[in-house]
């Protein structure tokens, strides 16, 4: 096997594995082995090692002594501390983004994603096309991260949204009809185009703490589904993950 296949291989694993993970079908607390995966997957021992090792560090997996790795459990401070640390970072990005100033073709690309995110709202209030908001809403922070000039903040942010429940797709309502999660997404649309206007205008501090109130709205919504309705527990995937 060549650099670039073995490579290829390893990229797979990696998104297959953490989409399992993520998705709950490996659930906190299951041990994993690399032969059977290698198997499952139709691939070598190496690549699949590769991708558990990467998994490690993005917090998902946990090494054991006797050999394996077992899927992380996460408790609710942990995911809480995660959106946190998101929010941060997304501020960092947003407050940078506004000091130093943003290239006028950079802010036309992010408002006319913002301009399409308008689009995926009905007139009635949570009425929203969920998969296109969804698909809108990660190239939005994926933009937003980037304007900040800097790789570093972009690349942390990325690796941010890794983790479980921290992306700013976490808690979204999905396809189930989650009609307080649809109604927080035009407050969070309206928090979108306010990053916009304050990064236009230079207000670096205004930029920054509409980003990091934004990614609480994801801390909001676990809370709703942990503690006011559990019974939406199964209609988000994942949520397994998550111990009391």
């Given at each position: 096997?060549?650099?670039?296949?073995?490579?290829?291989?390893?990229?797979?694993?990696?998104?297959?594995?953490?989409?399992?993970?993520?998705?709950?079908?490996?659930?906190?607390?299951?041990?994993?082995?690399?032969?059977?995966?290698?198997?499952?997957?139709?691939?070598?021992?190496?690549?699949?090692?590769?991708?558990?090792?990467?998994?490690?560090?993005?917090?998902?997996?946990?090494?054991?002594?006797?050999?394996?790795?077992?899927?992380?459990?996460?408790?609710?401070?942990?995911?809480?501390?995660?959106?946190?640390?998101?929010?941060?970072?997304?501020?960092?990005?947003?407050?940078?983004?506004?000091?130093?100033?943003?290239?006028?073709?950079?802010?036309?690309?992010?408002?006319?994603?913002?301009?399409?995110?308008?689009?995926?709202?009905?007139?009635?209030?949570?009425?929203?096309?969920?998969?296109?908001?969804?698909?809108?809403?990660?190239?939005?922070?994926?933009?937003?991260?980037?304007?900040?000039?800097?790789?570093?903040?972009?690349?942390?942010?990325?690796?941010?949204?890794?983790?479980?429940?921290?992306?700013?797709?976490?808690?979204?309502?999905?396809?189930?009809?989650?009609?307080?999660?649809?109604?927080?997404?035009?407050?969070?649309?309206?928090?979108?185009?306010?990053?916009?206007?304050?990064?236009?205008?230079?207000?670096?501090?205004?930029a920054e703490a509409i980003a990091r109130e934004h990614?609480?709205?994801?801390?909001r919504n676990l809370e709703y589904v942990l503690k006011e309705d559990r019974s939406l527990i199964s209609?988000?995937?994942?949520?397994?993950?998550?111990?009391?």
């Amino acid at each position: 096997m060549d650099t670039g296949e073995a490579k290829t291989h390893a990229t797979r694993a990696l998104i297959e594995l953490r989409k399992r993970i993520l998705s709950g079908e490996f659930a906190g607390g299951m041990r994993l082995f690399e032969v059977p995966l290698a198997e499952e997957l139709a691939i070598s021992r190496t690549p699949v090692r590769e991708a558990m090792s990467r998994l490690v560090e993005e917090g998902l997996l946990e090494r054991v002594r006797a050999g394996g790795f077992v899927v992380r459990k996460f408790g609710f401070a942990d995911v809480v501390d995660a959106i946190e640390l998101r929010g941060v970072l997304e501020g960092t990005a947003a407050r940078l983004a506004a000091e130093r100033g943003v290239d006028r073709r950079a802010m036309e690309r992010i408002e006319q994603v913002a301009t399409e995110l308008d689009s995926c709202f009905g007139e009635v209030l949570g009425q929203v096309d969920f998969d296109r908001y969804s698909e809108l809403n990660a190239t939005f922070h994926a933009l937003l991260a980037g304007l900040s000039g800097s790789e570093m903040v972009r690349s942390e942010v990325e690796r941010m949204k890794r983790l479980p429940f921290a992306s700013p797709s976490a808690f979204l309502p999905d396809k189930a009809d989650i009609a307080a999660f649809r109604r927080s997404l035009n407050t969070a649309q309206e928090q979108h185009w306010a990053i916009i206007s304050a990064i236009a205008n230079r207000e670096g501090a205004r930029a920054e703490a509409i980003a990091r109130e934004h990614a609480r709205t994801a801390r909001r919504n676990l809370e709703y589904v942990l503690k006011e309705d559990r019974s939406l527990i199964s209609q988000v995937p994942g949520l397994a993950l998550v111990l009391d």
